[in-house]
């Protein structure tokens, strides 16, 4: 992909975030269903469109707020509900829950790359740029959703392995909200982002 981030590449990389999103976010929902919990269902969250997906504040206002203020831009999605009491097999159900949507992202990467790989060379550059665009999101999206903090994904296989004291530490995390958020972004990511962002380019390098 060309080193200048041109307009077509900005819509292309919005359009790409909000389908990803919209994938990650049915699935997790999808899967919930599956296991015995129609909480999304009963919402109307089990969609695949991802304007139902969004919050005001964490996807809309906070990453431009972070822009505004030179920091990296995080875009957060509205988690899709489910009822943990509903679900089969307790908390290991959450945890396929919780993996449904990296994996689901990994898996729109690959397919990507291969259709890239199969037929790129007969693609038009701008069509090149594009998928790779989507290839480069969708590793993103699930390798940071992977990170076992709380409310992230990958919390839930951690849960689901912990012992309860920890369970309990990881609740009172996760029912920080905002807040935590918050945290995260300025306290820990600046100290987990350079290996995020390693792990981010391996796996894209390799797809790609």
Same mark, same amino acid.
């Given at each position: ?11 292309? /990389? ?6 990803? $999103?919209?994938? !990650?976010?049915?699935? !997790? @929902? /999808? ?21 139902? !997906?969004?919050?005001? /504040? ?8 972070? $822009?505004?203020? @030179? ?26 829950? @919780? ?49 076992? /903090? ?35 972004? +300025?306290?820990?990511?600046? $100290? ?13 390098? +390799?797809?790609?």
């Amino acid at each position: 992909m060309d080193a200048n981030f041109t307009g077509v590449n900005l819509v292309a /990389f919005i359009v790409a975030l909000l389908l990803s $999103v919209g994938f !990650h976010e049915a699935m !997790h @929902g /999808f899967a919930a269903y599956w296991l015995g919990d129609t909480t999304a269902y009963d919402q109307g969250r089990l969609t695949l469109n991802p304007l139902k !997906h969004l919050d005001l /504040f964490t996807s809309i206002l906070l990453p431009i707020v972070l $822009v505004l203020a @030179g920091l990296p831009p995080f875009f957060i999605a509205k988690p899709v509900p489910f009822n943990p009491s509903r679900v089969k097999y307790d908390e290991f159900g959450a945890a396929l829950i @919780g993996l449904a949507g990296p994996l689901t992202n990994f898996a729109l990467a690959v397919l990507a790359a291969v259709f890239l790989r199969g037929i790129g060379g007969q693609l038009a550059t701008p069509i090149v740029d594009i998928l790779q665009i989507f290839v480069i999101v969708n590793v993103a999206i699930g390798v940071f959703n992977l990170i076992p /903090f709380p409310p992230l994904d990958g919390s839930r296989v951690l849960y689901a392995f912990a012992p309860e004291p920890l369970q309990k530490v990881m609740y009172q995390i996760e029912s920080g909200g905002l807040i935590t958020i918050m945290l995260f972004i +300025f306290l820990l990511f600046p $100290v987990l982002g350079p290996i995020i962002i390693k792990i981010d380019n391996n796996i894209i390098n +390799f797809l790609l």
